[in-house]
Each structure stands twice: as structure tokens, then as C-alpha cells.
């Protein structure tokens, strides 16, 4: 999970590491960056607005690069993208998710309860291992 919410973080760890999930953090996107190099998650927790107001998206960018890139190996990483930015900016991300403008797996709007944030991630990840969601 890349997030700067140090509060939801420790949250999310505890109910993720509860039932059975490896759980990494990172509070910025240089240090979230670093961290799926060190790690190889199987999926990307990810907000949007941390040291600046596009660090997310610049974590998918990174991660979706073009092939020979240095994250090149984790394009297929499934990413859900967790932000209060839809209600801060009026704009609906959710309507772009998986297109080329927001290349990730899904989007979640804060708040958001932890069942429905563990029900998000074990679909993405169903869908990714080829499961029916």
C-alpha cells in the first residue's frame, strides 16, 4: 500500500495481515517505488494525492511504462487506486478505470470501509489470476 495516511495504513495492515495477506507500506512514491522493486507484490495499493497532488498517477505511469523501462516487469501488477481525489476535484475517475488516461484495475473513493477495500482487492485479484469475479 502506497499511501501517506499513516492513520489508514495501520488500519488496513491489521485487517490484511489478519487474514493471512504479506502487507508492505510506503508513504510516497519514490519510497512506494522502491519498495514493489524490493517486494514483487501481487497487487498495488495506491493513493493519489501524497507528496503532490499527481504522485500516484505517477506511480502508474512508472508501473504501466513502456517495455525495456526499468518497472517494466510489474505492468501487469494489478493496481486499485484508493484517493479522495473524485471529491476534491468533481471529476469521475471511475468511468476511465483500465483506459489508457487511468490504466489500473480499480478505483476506490475515500472513505472507504475496510470490508469493501478487502472485497476490491480479492476481486482484482481473482480477475487477475483468470478467476471469474
Known sequence: MIDDDANLVAVFKLVFEQLGYHFE???????????????????????????DFVAGFRVVSELRAMPGSRYARFASVPIVMLTSVSSKTQLDFAE??????????????????????????EAVLARSAGAPA
Do not use: N, Q
Open 96 to 121: 476511465r478505470v483500465g483506459t489508457a488516461l487511468l490504466p489500473v484495475d480499480a478505483f476506490v473513493e475515500k472513505p472507504v470501509k475496510p470490508a469493501e477495500m478487502l472485497a476490491t482487492v
Open 25 to 51: 507500506s510506503a508513504g510516497s512514491a519514490s519510497e512506494g517505488l522502491a519498495a514493489i522493486e524490493r517486494v514483487e507484490p501481487d497487487l498495488v495499493i495506491l493513493d493519489v494525492i501524497m507528496e
